[in-house]
């Protein structure tokens, strides 16, 4: 099997094809702090690709709640199972990853989905990748146990303690799910009609309807579960990443061709989402681009973290994961790069807090940003998570983002404005 550089995992690793790159990739960011899981974005992205016949329970984005929930059910746990059953205890990190250096998170020494597959042949041809298939019954109820939390709070009957920084004792928090347009895709690697694509231009994986025959090999392969049948057709789906918004084409959007992001990004109220395309060389690296939004929160600052990558397809979605949740379960879930990414979002510097106004400003997908300083306006005392005391000052800066052909398309400040009506007597009206 050629081998591959997956910088997420800090090693090369096996992958049933040789390296190519997209010359963009699409990426996102997710702020899970701030999700109030009110299903927007669910409901944004089913009202537009998922509402005929035989996709009655696809849903290319979801939002579930964890530990407990999951589409479809206990995917994760699932098939973490089947990694710790190929190579019982051997699932590790080790270093702690050296920030400037391509392995920066540290270096994954146990097996991918890839490398843990026993790699004999069924009806189709070798299997490429570890995996199972859903029964038709874990695809129902997709937002099962919402809510529902974990800890000890009846055992010593407690609650006081229990919402106490740095960890809650008890705690849930929601997962924003959609694909996440691999680098190396398992449903790629998967398909044997070579139905699956990504493309050059964008890094999008699409599957093409017409090759597809409905073996769900592509199912069975995706650790993130998000390629998905549908038995009116015969074929697998999953999520297009809004592509004609990202090429500019809606005249409504984009008159001058501007790539927008996709529909569940954009009608996200709780602005916990940042879209963005990334440049890639062409030896496969992400381009140093520190004023790219993305570039600063994901390779700059390493903030934000991949979903569970020692998966091996180095997914291109990645999370700040929530502050009040113990680490030990944040660490098996986005890597050894926790407590940092916790680290600097307790106390933000500066320049950290002008990128994080940026989430949700703008549908354009902004691919600089920069920053007009402004006066001090506060100073504040912050606890951090290993219980120092930090003084934390706030400067009314303005950030600015700039779309593809580098015109501003969002201003704001680090302050949200503020407006007093007037005292005169105003009724009601509609
Ligand atoms: S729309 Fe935003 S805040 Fe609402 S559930 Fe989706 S990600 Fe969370
Ligand atoms: S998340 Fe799944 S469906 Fe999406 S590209 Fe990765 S392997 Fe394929």
């Given at each position: 099997?050629?081998?591959?550089?997956?910088?997420?995992?800090?090693?090369?690793?096996?992958?049933?094809?040789?390296?190519?790159?997209?010359?963009?990739?699409?990426?996102?960011?997710?702020?899970?702090?701030?999700?109030?899981?009110?299903?927007?974005?669910?409901?944004?992205?089913?009202?537009?690709?998922?509402?005929?016949?035989?996709?009655?329970?696809?849903?290319?984005?979801?939002?579930?709640?964890?530990?407990?929930?999951?589409?479809?059910?206990?995917?994760?746990?699932?098939?973490?199972?089947?990694?710790?059953?190929?190579?019982?205890?051997?699932?590790?990190?080790?270093?702690?990853?050296?920030?400037?250096?391509?392995?920066?998170?540290?270096?994954?020494?146990?097996?991918?989905?890839?490398?843990?597959?026993?790699?004999?042949?069924?009806?189709?041809?070798?299997?490429?990748?570890?995996?199972?298939?859903?029964?038709?019954?874990?695809?129902?109820?997709?937002?099962?146990?919402?809510?529902?939390?974990?800890?000890?709070?009846?055992?010593?009957?407690?609650?006081?303690?229990?919402?106490?920084?740095?960890?809650?004792?008890?705690?849930?928090?929601?997962?924003?799910?959609?694909?996440?347009?691999?680098?190396?895709?398992?449903?790629?690697?998967?398909?044997?009609?070579?139905?699956?694509?990504?493309?050059?231009?964008?890094?999008?994986?699409?599957?093409?309807?017409?090759?597809?025959?409905?073996?769900?090999?592509?199912?069975?392969?995706?650790?993130?579960?998000?390629?998905?049948?549908?038995?009116?057709?015969?074929?697998?789906?999953?999520?297009?990443?809004?592509?004609?918004?990202?090429?500019?084409?809606?005249?409504?959007?984009?008159?001058?061709?501007?790539?927008?992001?996709?529909?569940?990004?954009?009608?996200?109220?709780?602005?916990?989402?940042?879209?963005?395309?990334?440049?890639?060389?062409?030896?496969?690296?992400?381009?140093a681009d520190r004023w790219n939004p993305l570039y600063y929160l994901v390779r700059e600052r390493k903030i934000a973290l991949p979903l569970y990558p020692q998966f091996g397809t180095e997914p291109n979605g990645y999370y700040i994961p929530p502050r009040?949740?113990?680490?030990?379960?944040?660490?098996?879930?986005?890597?050894?790069?926790?407590?940092?990414?916790?680290?600097?979002?307790?106390?933000?510097?500066?320049?950290?807090?002008?990128?994080?106004?940026?989430?949700?400003?703008?549908?354009?997908?902004?691919?600089?940003?920069?920053?007009?300083?402004?006066?001090?306006?506060?100073?504040?005392?912050?606890?951090?998570?290993?219980?120092?005391?930090?003084?934390?000052?706030?400067?009314?800066?303005?950030?600015?983002?700039?779309?593809?052909?580098?015109?501003?398309?969002?201003?704001?400040?680090?302050?949200?404005?503020?407006?007093?009506?007037?005292?005169?007597?105003?009724?009601?009206?509609?």
């Amino acid at each position: 099997m050629p081998s591959v550089y997956n910088w997420q995992l800090g090693r090369t690793m096996e992958y049933p094809y040789e390296e190519t790159h997209p010359r963009w990739q699409f990426a996102f960011v997710f702020n899970i702090n701030r999700c109030i899981a009110c299903q927007t974005c669910t409901m944004a992205c089913k009202s537009t690709w998922t509402f005929s016949r035989g996709q009655e329970y696809m849903y290319w984005n979801n939002v579930e709640s964890k530990p407990f929930g999951g589409y479809p059910h206990n995917w994760d746990a699932k098939l973490l199972n089947m990694l710790e059953a190929a190579n019982p205890g051997g699932q590790r990190w080790s270093g702690a990853g050296d920030k400037s250096s391509e392995a920066p998170l540290g270096t994954f020494n146990g097996k991918t989905i890839f490398e843990a597959v026993d790699k004999h042949y069924d009806e189709t041809g070798p299997k490429r990748a570890l995996g199972y298939l859903p029964t038709d019954e874990e695809w129902t109820s997709p937002n099962i146990h919402e809510e529902t939390a974990i800890g000890d709070m009846w055992r010593d009957r407690t609650w006081g303690g229990s919402t106490q920084l740095p960890e809650h004792k008890v705690w849930f928090f929601y997962l924003q799910r959609l694909c996440n347009h691999c680098t190396y895709p398992g449903c790629l690697a998967a398909c044997p009609r070579g139905a699956i694509y990504k493309r050059p231009e964008d890094g999008v994986v699409l599957i093409d309807q017409k090759r597809c025959q409905g073996y769900r090999k592509c199912v069975e392969a995706c650790p993130y579960k998000k390629a998905m049948y549908r038995p009116t057709t015969g074929t697998s789906e999953k999520c297009v990443a809004c592509y004609p918004r990202l090429e500019g084409k809606d005249p409504r959007l984009s008159p001058n061709g501007e790539p927008i992001e996709t529909r569940c990004m954009t009608s996200c109220p709780g602005r916990i989402r940042l879209q963005g395309l990334v440049p890639i060389t062409d030896d496969g690296k992400w381009q140093a681009d520190r004023w790219n939004p993305l570039y600063y929160l994901v390779r700059e600052r390493k903030i934000a973290l991949p979903l569970y990558p020692q998966f091996g397809t180095e997914p291109n979605g990645y999370y700040i994961p929530p502050r009040w949740v113990p680490r030990p379960y944040l660490t098996q879930m986005f890597g050894p790069g926790v407590q940092d990414a916790i680290n600097q979002y307790a106390c933000p510097d500066r320049e950290l807090l002008n990128v994080l106004q940026l989430f949700r400003t703008t549908q354009q997908i902004i691919f600089r940003y920069e920053v007009i300083e402004g006066e001090k306006v506060a100073e504040i005392e912050v606890t951090m998570p290993d219980g120092t005391r930090k003084t934390q000052e706030i400067f009314n800066d303005t950030v600015i983002g700039f779309n593809k052909f580098n015109i501003e398309c969002v201003r704001t400040t680090v302050e949200e404005p503020t407006y007093e009506r007037p005292a005169a007597l105003h009724v009601n009206s509609i």
